[in-house]
């Protein structure tokens, strides 16, 4: 059998639930996060670039980069890497990021 | 008193959501244990709960100290010690750590002490109040926009929030598939997944080899680790190495399992560009020579999906260089805290431990926690340490500090690698500032450092305050001199609401605020 990351640390997950990335219906895993789940279903981004628009998801993986900031339930400017799935989140594309809400 | 016994798997549910369940909570009042009123500051605030803060944190407590353990994570452990959260079900989590017993062991010291496990706590400032004690401010939820940012005080502070990893840009290194090193670690670890079927792992420093030997044992085929510096140079300390048996040990579990999975290593190389539209096709890799210049002719085009890729670590110090601590030139060109042989820093009432102090493992944090912990219990009890109880951790930590220097200065960045940077390669990701106009501010206008870079072109300027581009800006402003390590001067450790700041504008002194130290501020 192939190995896997579930595999390797003997993982028995409670069952998986749903969430959609820009309409399209994405399993997650309880106890995952929004990028880890996206990762699982092989999508790698979900932000395009203000000025470019080029296509950006979790870099650092450890809240540090902002690379991964997603519109979630319609909320902007949400760190995926870092939120947690739950059922019926939903996920999409975010244009751009702006900072107005912050004083960096 | 553990506010999170059970270690919440979940923190806020949204933005709109009030912050994490356990972790706004106030303290019994009095707190058994310590005798702690409710409205009292805390003996000892923690910031990081890796693998220093921890230590520190339990170290404290046992003595008898009022202790808060913040983090901004819903779990403890910190980047090494990271693992699944309760609901995926990881029956062995060990299979992804090295030397995972000293974890558990400090986990279930936690349990049983009185700290109060503060989760999802960002700490985006601490201030030395006219009294003497110390404030940090925090905003909670998973990722920091619940709206209830709370205030925690405490008559000293420890520092252990970590390092952050450094990156070095490269061609396509904005490509989606493209990922921190210690990231894909992380995202492994804490949510069992792979950024890809075929990883390449590049860049610098020992972590590589611990992340290609957990990509392969989780089912990735890793073409090739590639490292831009030799191993040579730890051989010319050949002291440092065997007194650190550990060390080399875990070094030689990590190669067991490359050769197990047949992962190649190539020395002396680097990615020097990424191949894919919308993502990872291919890399190209190519020889370096001793000042870390691509040599022309040498790229050899390698195909995968993905690519980890990161430079070492850098540490996490903006909350201490905020308030004036003094910091340290690191052998490896990024800046530590400058610290006593007791873990204090140069403003009294802030110790810290582990990365701040300069990258060297989480045995060496461990260590360092378990002395400051013990230093900081002993400094505020009236019962100065004495020499034979800490002399034991100082020797300990004097070692594995000796080992990091080796290692840091080993992997530094050698000035050529600005050779593969083409004009169009974007130096800041978050505001896509090319290498060509970071040039062109240093030849036209005789920009000179990463400050004046960052006015006249906005590299640094973004979400991520410069963390992924600093090192880059530094080394093209230095223009081949030796580059000044980036300052480490962020005016927030973590991006703050324009809200929040209104709302402190105005609020009671917290010193003499009514509400419990752990209350939201209010809005
Ligand atoms: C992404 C990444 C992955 C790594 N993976 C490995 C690995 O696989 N193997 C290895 O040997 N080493 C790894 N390291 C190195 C690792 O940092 C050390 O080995 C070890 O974890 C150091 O312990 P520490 O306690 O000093 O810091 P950490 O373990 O990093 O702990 C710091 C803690 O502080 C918290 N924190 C930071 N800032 C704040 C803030 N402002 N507010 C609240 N909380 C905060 C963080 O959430 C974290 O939990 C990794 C480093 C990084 C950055
Ligand atoms: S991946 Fe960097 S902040 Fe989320």
Redesign the pocket.
């Known amino acids: 059998m192939a190995r896997t990351p579930i595999g390797l640390v003997g993982a028995q997950p409670d069952p998986p639930f749903e969430i959609t990335f820009d309409g399209r219906p994405v399993p997650a895993l309880p106890g995952q996060t929004l990028a880890a789940a996206l990762w699982g279903a092989g999508i790698l981004a979900w932000r395009t670039t203000r000025d470019g628009g080029r296509p950006r998801g979790a870099f650092?993986?450890?809240?540090?980069c902002y690379d991964c900031l997603a519109t979630v339930n319609g909320e902007p400017n949400r760190r995926a890497c870092l939120v947690p799935a739950h059922p019926g989140d939903t996920i999409t594309t975010q244009e751009g990021h702006g900072h107005d809400r912050l004083g960096v | 008193m553990t506010a999170s016994a059970s270690e919440p798997e979940d923190v806020a549910r949204s933005c709109s959501a009030s912050g994490p369940k356990d972790s706004t909570r106030t303290a019994p009042d009095p707190v058994p244990d310590t005798g702690r009123r409710a409205d009292a500051p805390y003996d000892l605030v923690v910031?990081?709960?890796?693998?220093?803060?921890?230590?520190g944190a339990v170290a404290a407590s046992e003595l008898g100290l009022s202790v808060a353990l913040?983090?901004?994570?819903a779990q403890?452990?910190?980047?090494?010690?990271?693992h699944p959260a309760p609901a995926l079900g990881a029956r062995r989590p060990e299979a992804?750590?090295?030397d995972w017993s000293a974890f558990a062991d400090l986990r279930r010291r936690l349990h049983a002490s009185g700290v109060d496990h503060l989760t999802g706590?960002?700490?985006?400032s601490v201030v030395k109040e006219t009294d003497g004690t110390w404030t940090a401010h925090?905003l909670t939820g998973a990722d920091g926009c619940a709206d209830a940012p709370a205030r925690i005080r405490a008559r000293a502070l420890l520092l252990?929030?970590?390092?952050?990893?450094r990156q070095l840009p490269f061609p396509g290194w904005t490509l989606p598939g493209v990922v921190?090193?210690?990231?894909a670690?992380?995202m492994l670890?804490s949510g069992l997944v792979l950024p890809g079927r075929s990883i390449v792992v590049a860049g610098s420093g020992?972590?590589l080899l611990?992340?290609a030997s957990?990509l392969a044992s989780a089912g990735a085929r890793v073409p090739a680790v590639v490292e831009a510096a030799g191993y040579l140079r730890y051989g010319r300390r050949p002291r440092a190495l065997a007194t650190n048996p550990r060390k080399a040990a875990?070094a030689l579990v990590h190669a067991a399992a490359l050769v197990r999975h047949r992962v190649p290593v190539r020395l002396r190389s680097a990615v020097t560009e990424v191949h894919g539209t919308d993502r990872v096709e291919a890399v190209t890799v190519s020889r370096l020579d001793r000042e870390w210049r691509p040599v022309r002719g040498t790229g050899r085009r390698i195909a995968c999906d993905a690519l980890a890729v990161?430079h070492g670590?850098v540490p996490?110090i903006?909350?201490a260089v905020a308030v004036g601590c003094t910091t340290r030139a690191l052998p490896d060109g990024t800046l530590g805290l400058a610290l006593d042989d007791l873990q204090e820093s140069s403003v009294p009432g802030l110790w810290a431990?582990?990365?701040?102090g300069g990258?060297?493992?989480?045995?060496?944090?461990?260590t360092?926690?378990e002395l400051a912990g013990r230093v900081i219990a002993a400094r505020l009890l009236g019962r100065p340490a004495r020499v034979g109880a800490t002399a034991g951790l100082r020797r300990r930590r004097d070692r594995m500090r000796a080992f990091a220097d080796v290692m840091s200065a080993a992997h530094a960045p050698g000035p050529g690698w600005t050779g593969w940077l083409s004009d169009d390669t974007d130096v800041c990701r978050c505001e896509e500032v090319p290498a060509g106009r970071i040039r062109e501010a240093i030849a036209a206008c005789g920009a000179r450092d990463a400050r004046t870079v960052k006015l006249l072109t906005r590299a640094g300027m973004g979400w991520c305050q410069g963390r992924m581009c600093g090192t880059a800006v530094a080394c093209l402003a230095s223009a081949g001199s030796a580059p000044e390590p980036p300052g480490e001067r962020r005016p927030f450790?973590?991006p703050v609401p324009l809200s929040t700041l209104a709302a402190l504008d105005g609020s009671p002194d917290p010193a003499s605020a009514p509400d419990s130290p752990t209350d939201p501020v209010p809005s």
């Open positions: 650092c993986g450890i809240g540090q | 910031v990081g709960a890796g693998s220093a803060g921890l230590a913040l983090d901004s994570s403890s452990g910190g980047q090494f010690y990271r992804l750590h090295h706590h960002h700490v985006w925090a252990a929030t970590g390092a952050y990893e921190g090193a210690g990231g670690q992380a670890k020992p972590l611990a992340v957990s875990e990161g670590l996490q903006e909350l431990a582990g990365e701040t990258v060297g493992g989480a045995e060496l944090a461990r360092e926690g450790a973590v």
